[in-house]
């Protein structure tokens, strides 16, 4: 099962920064937060990762709260291209038990 | 090639009928990934290979899907006696080494389609 929690759907509008929450108040600690998205007919994407320090990349900054609970995914300058599903997960970073799990995501809808 | 390449990307097949779905992955990624997404829902992990280990079968739904990976390369997945309920699309993915969770590349996928 996943360890995550997110809301099914969020709206954005065009420009402005998309923030997507994930609740994982079960994490340990040598586990890490990552995102991956879905876009309409195509396979997940990585987007980031992090373990407790905050993180960007060049598609969007991922803020960890102290007590690694929870943790949100920001998109600086949302454009219509980033509507898709957003997936959060956690995972032990160099686990090698394979599969990825992955839960139901946010569905984030860009509107102009 | 320069990603995971699924074929076909579409297959239509009467109920009742065995399909063969494909899978190739990355060149060099000793770690294969199959997943089901069936309509408005999310990844449902089915199998996993990595190198010459015995594959991880423990998402299989039935006894009527199986997928083997030869050569350490291409991947097949078979259902066999398809089920309405099989319709879906079917994910493949890829990954150097499956310590690597942000190094995990997707295919675009086969749509299958039981009528």
């Known amino acids: 099962d996943a360890k995550t929690t997110q809301p099914p759907s969020m709206d954005c509008a065009e420009g402005r920064a998309a923030n997507l929450p994930c609740n994982h108040s079960?994490?340990?600690?040598?586990?890490?937060v990552y995102w991956y998205r879905q876009i309409h007919s195509q396979g997940p994407q990585y987007i980031i990762h992090?373990?407790?320090n905050n993180e960007t990349n060049e598609m969007a900054s991922l803020i960890i709260t102290e007590d690694r609970k929870s943790s949100t995914l920001i998109l600086p300058h949302a454009t219509l291209r980033d509507t898709a599903v957003y997936y959060c997960?956690?995972?032990?970073?160099?686990?090698?038990?394979?599969?990825?799990?992955f839960g139901q995501g946010t569905t984030l809808q860009v509107k102009p | 090639g320069a990603g995971v390449s699924q074929s076909p990307s579409n297959k239509v097949t009467e109920k009742g009928k065995d399909v063969e779905l494909r899978c190739d992955p990355i060149?060099?990624?000793?770690?294969l990934y199959w997943y089901r997404q069936s309509l408005g829902q999310g990844l449902e992990f089915l199998i996993y290979?990595?190198?010459?280990?015995?594959?991880?079968k423990s998402g299989l739904p039935s006894d009527r899907f199986s997928a083997e990976r030869t050569g350490g390369s291409v991947s097949t997945l078979t259902i066999q006696r398809t089920q309405q309920e099989d319709s879906a699309v079917y994910l493949c993915?890829?990954?150097?080494?499956?310590?690597?969770?942000?190094?995990?590349?997707f295919g675009s996928g086969t749509r299958l389609t039981v009528v």
């Open positions: 993915a890829s990954s150097l080494s499956p310590a690597l969770t942000e190094g995990y590349t």
């Open positions: 079960t994490i340990s600690g040598n586990e890490y």
């Open positions: 992090g373990l407790k």
């Open positions: 997960i956690v995972r032990v970073a160099g686990s090698n038990t394979g599969k990825l799990i």
């Open positions: 060149s060099g990624h000793t770690a």
């Open positions: 290979f990595q190198g010459n280990s015995a594959p991880d």
